[in-house]
């Protein structure tokens, strides 16, 4: 079922006649926009989406839905550097704040997060995601132009600083000079185009590699986040996949091939901001506005909370120093 606004967007942007049929289909998974497939004459499939001004979480999350235009550029910028690792951009409505772009069948592009929860952890794939994050990063750095498009620090702060850190620093009143002045540090570090939710949801395997989806963070500002967030979960799935060697490996592939890519920033820099903020992230998927729904056992929050907390009072400079203590 669909508006009378979204069919006569696909009209006006020309990948539908005024009389020609459509089936809507809504998508799960999202909590942040509504998206459907569209199935249209002559076998044809696209995706619209439109983005929420409240998200679909049990806390109290607004976020403004000017995002969309900022996912819809993030993606035409994408597509120009890695099109086989982004869906097809087909038209974009600011006004209405909606979107169209290719569909990818799940029966071909399965996603990234329920292969890792089935225990199918390809360590190839986390190494090609860290590869398209690295040369994104490394395209999108110190480009004024791209500064000023991706002008979304307010954005930014109402979709993952607030809710995540800052969240969690009301949770963790003894944390919360620390969280803050993460979210100081990482406000402040305007480097590159930041996707800001490579989240293994938000990633789909394809047979030409993963294929990344839902920018509605991006932001110019620290890739610290991004390769952050994304070992977040590789660790995390730990606690459904306990003694599971490959998610190790998983992280050290990931880690080696996105560096590989990068000259913008010394190493030693980028990675101790990394390694700052894995920790908070761990915390706030626990404690913060957006909890992981796989870790449900009082006594697994709590091994998170362990862990974390005293990497955050105490933080590492080395990716690597976390994985080894917690993979152990």
């Known amino acids: 079922m669909s508006s009378p606004e979204l069919n006569a967007f696909l009209t006006q942007v020309g990948l539908a006649q005024p009389d020609e049929p459509r089936q809507w289909t809504a998508l799960t998974g999202g909590v942040s926009s509504d998206i459907w497939r569209v199935d249209l004459?002559?076998?044809r499939s696209v995706c619209v989406k439109r983005a929420l001004a409240k998200l679909k979480v049990a806390a109290d999350w607004h976020a403004p839905v000017s995002r969309n235009a900022f996912e819809w550029a993030w993606l035409e910028f994408a597509a120009g550097l890695l099109p086989q690792h982004v869906p097809q951009p087909l038209a974009h409505d600011a006004s209405a704040g909606m979107f169209a772009m290719g569909f990818l069948d799940a029966a071909s592009h399965p996603v990234w997060k329920q292969q890792l929860l089935a225990g199918q952890v390809d360590v190839n794939t986390a190494a090609q995601v860290g590869h398209a994050l690295g040369v994104l990063h490394q395209a999108s750095a110190h480009r004024a132009d791209l500064a000023a498009q991706f002008d979304t620090t307010d954005n930014f702060h109402a979709l993952r600083l607030e809710p995540y850190l800052v969240a969690t620093a009301q949770r963790h009143p003894e944390l919360a000079e620390a969280l803050h002045g993460l979210v100081k540090c990482t406000a402040e570090h305007r480097i590159a185009l930041v996707h800001g939710d490579v989240s293994p949801k938000n990633i789909l395997v394809g047979p030409k590699g993963p294929v990344l989806l839902?920018?509605?963070?991006?932001?110019y500002g620290d890739p610290a986040f991004d390769v952050a967030f994304c070992l977040n979960h590789l660790m995390l799935k730990c606690m459904v996949?306990?003694?599971?060697?490959?998610?190790?490996?998983?992280?050290?592939?990931f880690v080696q091939a996105y560096f590989r890519n990068i000259t913008f920033e010394q190493r030693?820099?980028?990675?101790?901001?990394?390694a700052q903020l894995l920790p908070a992230l761990m915390l706030a998927r626990i404690d913060g506005k957006s909890p992981v729904e796989y870790i449900t056992q009082d006594d697994a929050r709590q091994q998170v909370r362990a862990f974390?907390?005293?990497?955050?009072?105490?933080?590492?400079?080395?990716l690597q120093d976390i994985a080894s203590a917690w993979f152990c």
Do not use: V, Y
């Open 308 to 318: 974390a907390i005293p990497r955050i009072t105490h933080p590492l400079s080395r």
């Open 214 to 219: 839902d920018a509605e963070c991006a932001w």
């Open 41 to 43: 004459a002559g076998g």
């Open 241 to 253: 996949l306990p003694h599971h060697q490959s998610l190790h490996e998983a992280f050290q592939a």
């Open 268 to 274: 030693n820099d980028l990675e101790a901001r990394c």
